[in-house]
């Protein structure tokens, strides 16, 4: 899967695709709280006052309105959504959060993968 490193908040379909999806999940509590990650490109700098355009809605309206179609998602999923959630949160230890969940409910990481994959699917339909 080749997704870029950041998205916009306009580029975000409703329903996501599956790499948007993995991208917003580990965002989710700063979306939530109105903020967007930066792209890593961002240099901070905002130029001149000239040309100032006005928007219809605040800078935080598109952040909330992102995490709650994927809350919502997620919620749709139940213990599954839950579960990708969890894994994808923190995607630098995801083999050990599989590994984790597998060994708390019991379960080959087969079928904690199989599981994501098959929620992913419908969570992106």
């Known amino acids: ?10 580029s ?12 917003v999940i580990p965002h989710l509590p700063a979306m939530k709280q109105g903020w967007w990650p930066p792209s890593h490109k961002e240099t901070g700098y905002s130029g001149s006052n ?3 355009t006005i928007k219809a809605e605040a800078k935080f309206v598109k952040p909330c309105i992102v995490a ?12 599954d ?6 894994v994808y949160s923190n995607p630098q230890n995801y083999n050990e959060n599989v590994q984790h969940v597998a060994h708390a ?6 079928e904690i993968f199989q599981r994501m994959r098959n929620t992913l699917e419908r969570m992106t339909e």
């Open 12 to 23: 975000i379909k409703s329903p996501p695709t599956v790499a948007q999806l993995l991208w």
């Open 81 to 86: 959504g839950i579960l990708l959630e969890f």
């Open 68 to 79: 709650a179609d994927v809350e919502r998602l997620i919620e749709r999923e139940r213990t």
């Open 105 to 110: 409910l019991t379960v080959p990481t087969d």
């Open 50 to 52: 000239k040309g100032i």
């Open 1 to 10: 899967m080749n997704s870029p490193d950041w998205y916009s908040p306009d």
